[in-house]
Protein backbone atom coordinates (compact mmCIF):
# COMPACT_ATOMS: atom_id res chain seq x y z
CA UNK A 1 0.00 0.00 0.00
CA UNK A 2 3.10 2.90 0.67
CA UNK A 3 4.33 1.98 -2.66
CA UNK A 4 0.77 2.73 -3.92
CA UNK A 5 0.91 6.13 -2.17
CA UNK A 6 4.15 7.36 -3.19
CA UNK A 7 3.08 6.18 -7.20
CA UNK A 8 0.35 8.21 -7.21
CA UNK A 9 2.33 11.30 -5.60
CA UNK A 10 -0.30 11.82 -2.50
CA UNK A 11 0.88 14.48 -0.21
CA UNK A 12 0.04 14.03 3.46
CA UNK A 13 -0.35 16.82 5.71
CA UNK A 14 -0.38 16.03 9.60
CA UNK A 15 -2.78 18.01 11.38
CA UNK A 16 -2.00 18.39 14.60
CA UNK A 17 -4.14 19.14 17.89
CA UNK A 18 -4.82 22.44 19.55
CA UNK A 19 -1.48 23.51 21.89
CA UNK A 20 -2.44 24.10 25.59
CA UNK A 21 -3.70 27.52 26.14
CA UNK A 22 -1.67 29.90 28.52
CA UNK A 23 1.67 29.14 26.66
CA UNK A 24 4.61 31.92 26.39
CA UNK A 25 5.55 32.90 22.93
CA UNK A 26 8.54 31.04 23.22
CA UNK A 27 6.75 27.67 23.75
CA UNK A 28 4.39 28.55 20.77
CA UNK A 29 7.59 28.82 18.69
CA UNK A 30 8.67 25.64 19.86
CA UNK A 31 4.78 24.18 18.89
CA UNK A 32 4.75 25.28 15.47
CA UNK A 33 8.44 24.83 14.59
CA UNK A 34 8.17 21.05 14.98
CA UNK A 35 6.00 21.35 11.58
CA UNK A 36 8.05 24.02 9.86
CA UNK A 37 6.19 26.91 10.11
CA UNK A 38 8.97 28.65 7.82
CA UNK A 39 6.49 26.84 4.83
CA UNK A 40 3.72 28.90 5.83
CA UNK A 41 1.97 31.06 3.65
CA UNK A 42 1.97 35.24 4.17
CA UNK A 43 -1.11 37.03 3.02
CA UNK A 44 -0.84 40.05 4.53
CA UNK A 45 1.40 41.80 1.78
CA UNK A 46 2.53 45.02 2.72
CA UNK A 47 1.88 44.64 6.35
CA UNK A 48 4.10 44.65 9.61
CA UNK A 49 2.69 40.96 10.42
CA UNK A 50 5.49 38.91 11.88
CA UNK A 51 6.20 34.65 12.35
CA UNK A 52 4.27 35.56 15.98
CA UNK A 53 1.17 36.56 14.61
CA UNK A 54 0.87 33.53 12.28
CA UNK A 55 1.42 31.53 15.38
CA UNK A 56 -1.18 33.30 17.69
CA UNK A 57 -3.72 33.14 14.93
CA UNK A 58 -3.40 29.60 13.83
CA UNK A 59 -3.97 28.89 17.65
CA UNK A 60 -7.30 31.33 17.31
CA UNK A 61 -8.51 29.37 14.03
CA UNK A 62 -8.18 25.92 16.44
CA UNK A 63 -9.97 27.21 19.09
CA UNK A 64 -12.78 28.34 15.98
CA UNK A 65 -13.26 25.01 15.52
CA UNK A 66 -14.78 23.76 18.92
CA UNK A 67 -18.09 25.52 17.71
CA UNK A 68 -18.59 23.19 15.06
CA UNK A 69 -21.54 22.53 14.53
CA UNK A 70 -23.35 24.28 17.06
CA UNK A 71 -23.24 28.08 15.46
CA UNK A 72 -24.68 27.55 12.32
CA UNK A 73 -25.30 29.39 10.20
CA UNK A 74 -23.00 31.91 12.01
CA UNK A 75 -19.75 31.65 11.34
CA UNK A 76 -17.32 29.59 13.52
CA UNK A 77 -14.99 32.20 15.03
CA UNK A 78 -11.93 32.22 17.64
CA UNK A 79 -9.64 35.07 19.60
CA UNK A 80 -6.46 35.02 20.89
CA UNK A 81 -5.40 37.82 23.55
CA UNK A 82 -1.46 38.40 24.24
CA UNK A 83 0.22 40.97 26.11
CA UNK A 84 3.78 41.00 26.96
CA UNK A 85 4.19 37.78 24.98
CA UNK A 86 2.02 35.72 26.55
CA UNK A 87 -1.66 34.63 26.03
CA UNK A 88 -3.67 35.94 28.85
CA UNK A 89 -7.06 35.14 27.21
CA UNK A 90 -8.71 33.15 24.64
CA UNK A 91 -12.21 32.76 23.52
CA UNK A 92 -14.22 31.24 20.78
CA UNK A 93 -18.12 31.44 19.55
CA UNK A 94 -19.88 28.33 21.47
CA UNK A 95 -23.37 28.41 20.44
CA UNK A 96 -25.64 30.44 17.71
CA UNK A 97 -26.91 33.59 19.56
CA UNK A 98 -25.00 33.05 22.71
CA UNK A 99 -21.62 35.36 23.19
CA UNK A 100 -19.10 35.96 20.25
CA UNK A 101 -15.69 35.17 20.71
CA UNK A 102 -14.31 38.23 21.40
CA UNK A 103 -16.33 39.02 24.32
CA UNK A 104 -15.49 35.27 25.69
CA UNK A 105 -11.91 35.95 25.02
CA UNK A 106 -11.64 39.28 27.19
CA UNK A 107 -13.99 37.85 29.87
CA UNK A 108 -11.78 34.80 29.76
CA UNK A 109 -8.58 37.71 30.63
CA UNK A 110 -10.17 39.60 32.88
CA UNK A 111 -11.31 36.44 35.00
CA UNK A 112 -7.48 35.35 34.66
CA UNK A 113 -6.66 38.99 36.59
CA UNK A 114 -5.57 40.54 33.25
CA UNK A 115 -6.02 44.00 32.64
CA UNK A 116 -6.41 43.83 28.40
CA UNK A 117 -5.29 47.53 28.04
CA UNK A 118 -2.56 47.75 25.43
CA UNK A 119 -2.91 44.14 24.45
CA UNK A 120 -3.13 42.78 20.83
CA UNK A 121 -6.32 40.41 20.20
CA UNK A 122 -6.45 37.77 16.93
CA UNK A 123 -9.44 36.74 15.69
CA UNK A 124 -10.15 34.64 13.32
CA UNK A 125 -13.24 36.73 11.44
CA UNK A 126 -13.19 40.50 11.48
CA UNK A 127 -15.38 42.00 14.50
CA UNK A 128 -18.83 42.73 13.84
CA UNK A 129 -19.90 46.21 13.99
CA UNK A 130 -23.73 45.78 14.35
CA UNK A 131 -26.67 44.96 16.50
CA UNK A 132 -27.95 41.25 16.04
CA UNK A 133 -28.27 38.99 18.61
CA UNK A 134 -25.35 40.50 20.36
CA UNK A 135 -24.42 43.47 20.70
CA UNK A 136 -20.91 45.00 18.40
CA UNK A 137 -17.63 43.13 19.02
CA UNK A 138 -15.75 46.13 17.80
CA UNK A 139 -17.54 48.65 19.85
CA UNK A 140 -16.23 46.52 22.82
CA UNK A 141 -12.91 46.41 21.60
CA UNK A 142 -12.34 50.18 21.36
CA UNK A 143 -13.93 50.24 25.01
CA UNK A 144 -11.31 47.88 26.23
CA UNK A 145 -8.10 49.76 24.61
CA UNK A 146 -6.94 47.20 22.95
CA UNK A 147 -3.51 48.66 20.87
CA UNK A 148 -3.60 46.58 17.57
CA UNK A 149 -6.40 43.72 16.20
CA UNK A 150 -4.44 41.19 13.59
CA UNK A 151 -7.80 39.67 12.04
CA UNK A 152 -7.67 36.86 9.72
CA UNK A 153 -10.56 37.53 7.18
CA UNK A 154 -12.82 40.68 6.25
CA UNK A 155 -16.16 39.43 7.51
CA UNK A 156 -18.41 39.13 3.65
CA UNK A 157 -21.61 39.69 5.71
CA UNK A 158 -22.99 42.84 4.04
CA UNK A 159 -23.51 44.39 7.14
CA UNK A 160 -19.75 44.07 8.45
CA UNK A 161 -17.62 43.81 5.05
CA UNK A 162 -15.18 46.28 6.18
CA UNK A 163 -16.87 48.48 9.03
CA UNK A 164 -15.66 46.53 11.37
CA UNK A 165 -12.38 47.28 11.11
CA UNK A 166 -12.71 51.02 9.67
CA UNK A 167 -14.24 51.63 12.89
CA UNK A 168 -11.24 50.36 15.34
CA UNK A 169 -9.12 52.19 12.41
CA UNK A 170 -10.73 55.33 13.05
CA UNK A 171 -10.69 54.49 16.97
CA UNK A 172 -7.23 54.75 16.66
CA UNK A 173 -6.14 51.17 16.91
CA UNK A 174 -4.02 49.21 14.78
CA UNK A 175 -5.15 46.60 12.49
CA UNK A 176 -3.67 43.99 10.21
CA UNK A 177 -5.70 41.88 7.94
CA UNK A 178 -5.21 38.44 6.16
CA UNK A 179 -3.14 36.61 8.57
CA UNK A 180 -3.95 33.02 7.27
CA UNK A 181 -6.76 34.37 5.37
CA UNK A 182 -6.84 31.06 3.02
CA UNK A 183 -7.16 28.80 6.15
CA UNK A 184 -9.48 31.12 8.12
CA UNK A 185 -11.96 31.31 4.29
CA UNK A 186 -11.50 27.09 4.42
CA UNK A 187 -12.60 26.97 7.88
CA UNK A 188 -15.64 29.22 7.41
CA UNK A 189 -16.65 28.11 3.50
CA UNK A 190 -20.00 27.10 5.11
CA UNK A 191 -20.78 30.49 5.96
CA UNK A 192 -19.47 32.38 3.14
CA UNK A 193 -21.54 30.72 0.54
CA UNK A 194 -25.06 30.98 2.67
CA UNK A 195 -23.88 34.51 3.79
CA UNK A 196 -23.31 35.76 0.31
CA UNK A 197 -25.62 33.78 -1.94
CA UNK A 198 -28.46 33.04 0.95
CA UNK A 199 -28.09 29.48 -0.51
CA UNK A 200 -26.78 26.06 1.45
CA UNK A 201 -23.21 25.03 0.83
CA UNK A 202 -23.62 21.58 -0.72
CA UNK A 203 -21.68 18.80 0.33
CA UNK A 204 -21.29 15.38 -1.52
CA UNK A 205 -20.60 12.06 0.78
CA UNK A 206 -20.31 9.29 -1.53
CA UNK A 207 -18.69 5.56 0.07
CA UNK A 208 -17.16 3.79 -3.28
CA UNK A 209 -15.31 0.75 -3.96
CA UNK A 210 -12.36 0.93 -5.80
CA UNK A 211 -13.78 0.34 -9.19
CA UNK A 212 -16.72 2.92 -8.46
CA UNK A 213 -19.55 1.27 -7.62
CA UNK A 214 -21.55 2.40 -4.52
CA UNK A 215 -23.60 -1.14 -4.35
CA UNK A 216 -24.03 -4.19 -6.06
CA UNK A 217 -26.92 -4.84 -8.46
CA UNK A 218 -29.36 -6.14 -6.04
CA UNK A 219 -29.02 -2.46 -4.09
CA UNK A 220 -26.56 -4.23 -1.45
CA UNK A 221 -23.90 -1.66 0.16
CA UNK A 222 -23.21 -2.02 3.66
CA UNK A 223 -20.63 -2.21 4.53
CA UNK A 224 -18.11 -0.80 1.47
CA UNK A 225 -15.88 1.44 4.09
CA UNK A 226 -14.63 0.57 7.48
CA UNK A 227 -15.17 2.25 11.13
CA UNK A 228 -12.91 4.35 10.71
CA UNK A 229 -14.05 5.82 7.71
CA UNK A 230 -18.09 5.88 8.81
CA UNK A 231 -16.84 7.37 12.02
CA UNK A 232 -15.44 10.29 9.63
CA UNK A 233 -19.37 10.60 8.16
CA UNK A 234 -20.41 11.37 11.65
CA UNK A 235 -17.64 14.01 12.07
CA UNK A 236 -18.92 15.61 8.27
CA UNK A 237 -22.72 15.38 9.73
CA UNK A 238 -21.68 17.61 12.79
CA UNK A 239 -20.23 19.73 10.65
CA UNK A 240 -23.75 20.46 8.55
CA UNK A 241 -27.21 21.34 9.58
CA UNK A 242 -28.83 19.18 7.49
CA UNK A 243 -28.17 15.73 5.66
CA UNK A 244 -30.27 14.69 2.14
CA UNK A 245 -30.92 11.31 0.88
CA UNK A 246 -33.80 10.05 -1.39
CA UNK A 247 -36.44 8.11 -0.69
CA UNK A 248 -34.91 4.77 -2.24
CA UNK A 249 -32.75 5.20 0.80
CA UNK A 250 -35.16 5.25 3.41
CA UNK A 251 -37.19 2.10 1.83
CA UNK A 252 -34.53 0.33 1.58
CA UNK A 253 -31.93 1.19 4.69
CA UNK A 254 -34.54 2.90 7.57
CA UNK A 255 -31.34 4.92 8.13
CA UNK A 256 -32.04 7.69 11.66
CA UNK A 257 -29.83 10.40 9.60
CA UNK A 258 -28.42 11.46 12.99
CA UNK A 259 -24.99 12.45 14.60
CA UNK A 260 -23.92 9.58 16.74
CA UNK A 261 -20.63 12.12 18.51
CA UNK A 262 -20.68 13.10 21.69
CA UNK A 263 -21.19 16.53 21.99
CA UNK A 264 -23.78 16.67 19.02
CA UNK A 265 -26.58 19.22 18.15
CA UNK A 266 -30.00 17.61 16.00
CA UNK A 267 -29.15 17.34 12.20
CA UNK A 268 -32.09 18.29 10.23
CA UNK A 269 -33.09 15.30 8.06
CA UNK A 270 -34.04 16.32 4.10
CA UNK A 271 -35.97 13.38 2.04
CA UNK A 272 -36.51 14.17 -1.56
CA UNK A 273 -39.71 11.80 -2.27
CA UNK A 274 -41.25 12.83 -5.57
CA UNK A 275 -44.01 10.35 -5.41
CA UNK A 276 -44.91 10.25 -1.97
CA UNK A 277 -43.22 6.03 -1.35
CA UNK A 278 -42.52 7.01 2.47
CA UNK A 279 -45.85 8.64 3.62
CA UNK A 280 -47.63 5.66 2.08
CA UNK A 281 -45.39 3.35 3.64
CA UNK A 282 -46.40 5.11 6.77
CA UNK A 283 -49.64 4.98 6.31
CA UNK A 284 -49.60 0.61 6.18
CA UNK A 285 -47.92 0.78 9.07
CA UNK A 286 -44.19 1.39 8.78
CA UNK A 287 -42.23 2.81 11.09
CA UNK A 288 -39.05 4.85 10.49
CA UNK A 289 -36.25 5.99 12.49
CA UNK A 290 -35.43 9.20 10.63
CA UNK A 291 -38.49 10.35 12.76
CA UNK A 292 -36.73 9.89 16.42
CA UNK A 293 -35.25 12.92 16.59
CA UNK A 294 -34.60 16.32 14.65
CA UNK A 295 -36.76 18.52 12.42
CA UNK A 296 -37.71 16.17 9.31
CA UNK A 297 -38.19 17.85 5.84
CA UNK A 298 -40.01 16.78 2.80
CA UNK A 299 -40.05 17.55 -0.87
CA UNK A 300 -42.49 15.81 -3.08
CA UNK A 301 -44.95 16.40 -5.73
CA UNK A 302 -46.92 15.02 -3.34
CA UNK A 303 -47.72 17.31 -0.16
CA UNK A 304 -51.06 16.26 0.55
CA UNK A 305 -49.63 12.48 1.57
CA UNK A 306 -47.50 13.60 3.70
CA UNK A 307 -50.21 16.16 5.72
CA UNK A 308 -50.38 15.31 9.55
CA UNK A 309 -47.06 13.50 9.02
CA UNK A 310 -44.13 15.65 8.70
CA UNK A 311 -43.08 19.23 6.96
CA UNK A 312 -43.45 18.76 3.15
CA UNK A 313 -42.77 21.36 0.18
CA UNK A 314 -44.06 20.92 -3.77
CA UNK A 315 -40.69 20.97 -5.03
CA UNK A 316 -38.90 18.85 -6.26
CA UNK A 317 -36.51 20.42 -8.74
CA UNK A 318 -32.63 20.42 -6.75
CA UNK A 319 -31.92 24.46 -7.34
CA UNK A 320 -35.89 25.21 -6.04
CA UNK A 321 -34.66 23.16 -3.30
CA UNK A 322 -31.80 24.71 -1.97
CA UNK A 323 -33.44 27.74 -2.40
CA UNK A 324 -35.86 26.92 -0.31
CA UNK A 325 -33.87 25.55 2.33
CA UNK A 326 -31.81 28.63 2.29
CA UNK A 327 -35.36 30.57 3.20
CA UNK A 328 -35.63 28.18 5.94
CA UNK A 329 -32.43 29.28 7.60
CA UNK A 330 -30.46 26.10 6.29
CA UNK A 331 -26.67 27.02 5.84
CA UNK A 332 -25.21 23.63 4.71
CA UNK A 333 -26.51 20.30 3.65
CA UNK A 334 -24.71 16.60 3.17
CA UNK A 335 -26.27 14.88 0.69
CA UNK A 336 -25.24 11.04 1.56
CA UNK A 337 -25.10 8.94 -1.55
CA UNK A 338 -27.61 7.46 -3.74
CA UNK A 339 -29.35 8.02 -6.97
CA UNK A 340 -29.86 11.59 -5.90
CA UNK A 341 -26.09 12.11 -5.91
CA UNK A 342 -25.88 12.68 -9.69
CA UNK A 343 -29.79 15.47 -9.43
CA UNK A 344 -27.31 17.61 -7.39
CA UNK A 345 -24.03 16.77 -9.31
CA UNK A 346 -24.16 20.55 -10.84
CA UNK A 347 -24.90 22.91 -7.21
CA UNK A 348 -22.58 20.28 -5.56
CA UNK A 349 -19.67 22.73 -3.58
CA UNK A 350 -17.29 20.11 -2.16
CA UNK A 351 -16.88 16.60 -2.75
CA UNK A 352 -16.34 13.34 0.10
CA UNK A 353 -15.23 10.62 -1.42
CA UNK A 354 -14.51 7.43 0.81
CA UNK A 355 -12.97 4.31 -0.83
CA UNK A 356 -13.30 0.94 0.59
CA UNK A 357 -11.13 -1.83 -0.21
CA UNK A 358 -13.83 -3.68 -2.26
CA UNK A 359 -14.23 -4.89 -5.95
CA UNK A 360 -17.81 -5.06 -6.92
CA UNK A 361 -17.24 -5.85 -10.98
CA UNK A 362 -20.70 -4.07 -11.26
CA UNK A 363 -23.51 -2.44 -9.80
CA UNK A 364 -24.74 0.55 -9.32
CA UNK A 365 -22.34 3.75 -10.21
CA UNK A 366 -23.61 7.20 -8.35
CA UNK A 367 -22.71 9.49 -11.97
CA UNK A 368 -24.20 7.46 -14.61
CA UNK A 369 -26.38 10.59 -15.60
CA UNK A 370 -22.96 12.41 -16.78
CA UNK A 371 -22.91 10.34 -20.07
CA UNK A 372 -19.48 11.92 -21.28
CA UNK A 373 -18.29 10.33 -24.23
CA UNK A 374 -15.31 12.46 -24.90
CA UNK A 375 -12.22 12.09 -22.00
CA UNK A 376 -11.20 16.17 -22.64
CA UNK A 377 -15.10 17.07 -22.13
CA UNK A 378 -15.25 15.53 -18.08
CA UNK A 379 -15.93 17.60 -15.09
CA UNK A 380 -12.91 17.82 -13.62
CA UNK A 381 -12.40 18.05 -9.59
CA UNK A 382 -9.96 19.68 -7.75
CA UNK A 383 -8.46 17.35 -4.67
CA UNK A 384 -7.74 19.25 -2.07
CA UNK A 385 -6.79 16.40 0.53
CA UNK A 386 -6.14 12.18 0.81
CA UNK A 387 -6.68 10.68 3.72
CA UNK A 388 -5.99 7.00 4.89
CA UNK A 389 -8.99 5.73 6.80
CA UNK A 390 -7.98 2.61 8.36
CA UNK A 391 -8.23 0.20 5.32
CA UNK A 392 -10.36 2.88 3.67
CA UNK A 393 -9.41 6.27 2.18
CA UNK A 394 -11.10 9.52 1.59
CA UNK A 395 -10.56 11.92 -0.97
CA UNK A 396 -11.68 15.31 -0.62
CA UNK A 397 -12.15 17.72 -3.76
CA UNK A 398 -14.06 20.69 -4.87
CA UNK A 399 -15.52 21.11 -8.74
CA UNK A 400 -13.19 23.17 -11.11
CA UNK A 401 -10.42 21.34 -11.32
CA UNK A 402 -9.07 23.15 -14.04
CA UNK A 403 -7.03 21.68 -16.73
CA UNK A 404 -6.07 18.03 -15.96
CA UNK A 405 -3.62 18.53 -19.44
CA UNK A 406 -1.23 20.08 -17.37
CA UNK A 407 -0.29 17.47 -15.05
CA UNK A 408 1.42 15.84 -17.63
Known sequence: MNDLWAVIGIQIFLIRSIPPLGL????????CSKNGTNSFKIWNKGSTMSNEDERFMR???ELAKRGEGWVNPNPMVGAVIVKDGKVIGVGWHKRFGEKHAEVNAIEDAKRKGHDVRGATMYVTLEPCSHWGKQPPCADRI???GFKRVVVAMVDPNPLVSGRGIEKMKKAGIEVEVGVLEDEARKLNEIFIKYVTKKMPFVSIKLALTLDGFIATETGSSQWITGEKARQKVQELRRRHMAIMVGSGTVLADNPRLNCRLENCPEKIKVILDRSGRVAKAIREGRKFRLFEDGRVIFFTEKPELFEG??????????GEIL?????????SVLIEGGRITCQFLSHADKFYLFYGPKLFGNGIKPFECLKVEDANEAPVLRIDSIERLGKSFLVTAYPGGGDVQRDR
Open 24 to 31: TLRHLSLE
Open 309 to 318: IAEAYPITEP
Open 142 to 144: IRE
Open 323 to 331: RKLGELGID
Open 59 to 61: LAL
